[in-house]
T-cell receptor, first 112, second 114 residues
C-alpha cells in the first residue's frame, strides 16, 4: 500500500544511547519532514528535506541529525539520547506543491 | 515569528452540542490551511483543507471550517458532536512558496460526554 512507513514503532533507550529512526515513502514525494509530538505542544518540526541529498533544520533540531541519501528514505538520528527526547515522532511527506501530506503512524520513543 | 494559535486547550461538550474550535495564524501572504484529527493512540487524519475558492470548506465526518482572511482565522465547526468525536484536533498552515513546512498549532483536546 502506498504511504509512509516508520520503523520502529516503539523503542526504549537508555540515556546516552544512539538510534536511528527510518521513514520510507513510496509516493515519489520530494519533501519529507520529521516532527515530534509532545503533550500540549502540538507537532514541532525537527528537520526537513526538499529533495534527495538535502536537509534543513526546523524548529527544534538540537540533538538530532538527519540524512536523505535516497529520495524515498529520510533517517532521523539521535547520537546521544536524553530524557528530553522522550516523545512520539512522526514522519510526513508531500509532493512539490505541499497540498497534501501523508503521515506515518509514529514512533513512540522513551529515553530512561 | 510565524505561528499558529489554537485558543482552547481542552473543550468538554455533551453529545449533540455544537462545536467551534478557533485557529488563528500569523503568516503574511497566501497560505494553505488544514485541520487534522488524532484519535487516542492513533496518527493524524486529515479532516479538511483549504487552498482557495469558497472560504467555507466541508470535510469528513460532518466537520466544516471557515476561512476569514481579514481575521487570519480558520475555525472548525460541527453542528452536533458525537461521543466518537472525542479526540485531539490540530490546525496547521503552510505558506505558499515556502518549503512546504507544515506548522501546527498546539492542539485542542475535545472530550464529548455521552
Amino acid at each position: 500500500n502506498a504511504g509512509v512507513t516508520q520503523t520502529p514503532k516503539f523503542r526504549v533507550l537508555k540515556t546516552g544511547q544512539s538510534m536511528t529512526l527510518l521513514c520510507a515513502q513510496d509516493m515519489n514525494h520530494e519533501y519529507m519532514y520529521w516532527y515530534r509530538q509532545d503533550p500540549g505542544m502540538g507537532l514541532r518540526l525537527i528537520h526537513y528535506s526538499v529533495g534527495e541529498g538535502t536537509t534543513a533544520k526546523g524548529e527544534v533540531p538540537d540533538g538530532y541529525n538527519v540524512s536523505r541519501l535516497k529520495k524515498q528514505n529520510f533517517l532521523l538520528g539521535l547520537e546521544s539520547a536524553a530524557p528530553s527526547q522522550t516523545s512520539v515522532y512522526f514522519c510526513a511527506s508531500t509532493g512539490e506543491r505541499g497540498m497534501s501530506y501523508t503521515f506515518g503512524s509514529g514512533t513512540r520513543l522513551t529515553v530512561v | 515569528a510565524q505561528s499558529v494559535s489554537q485558543h482552547n486547550h481542552h473543550v468538554i461538550l455533551s453529545e449533540a452540542a455544537s462545536l467551534e474550535l478557533g485557529c488563528n495564524y500569523s503568516y503574511g501572504g497566501t497560505v494553505n490551511l488544514f485541520w487534522y484529527v488524532q484519535y487516542p493512540g492513533q496518527h493524524l487524519q486529515l479532516l479538511l483543507k483549504y487552498f482557495s475558492g469558497d472560504p467555507l470548506v466541508k470535510g469528513i465526518k460532518g466537520f466544516e471550517a471557515e476561512f476569514i482572511k481579514s481575521k487570519f482565522s480558520f475555525n472548525l465547526r460541527k453542528p452536533s458532536v458525537q461521543w466518537s468525536d472525542t479526540a485531539e484536533y490540530f490546525c496547521a498552515v503552510n505558506k505558499i512558496g515556502s518549503q512546504g513546512n507544515l506548522i501546527f498549532g498546539k492542539g485542542t483536546k475535545l472530550s464529548v460526554k455521552p
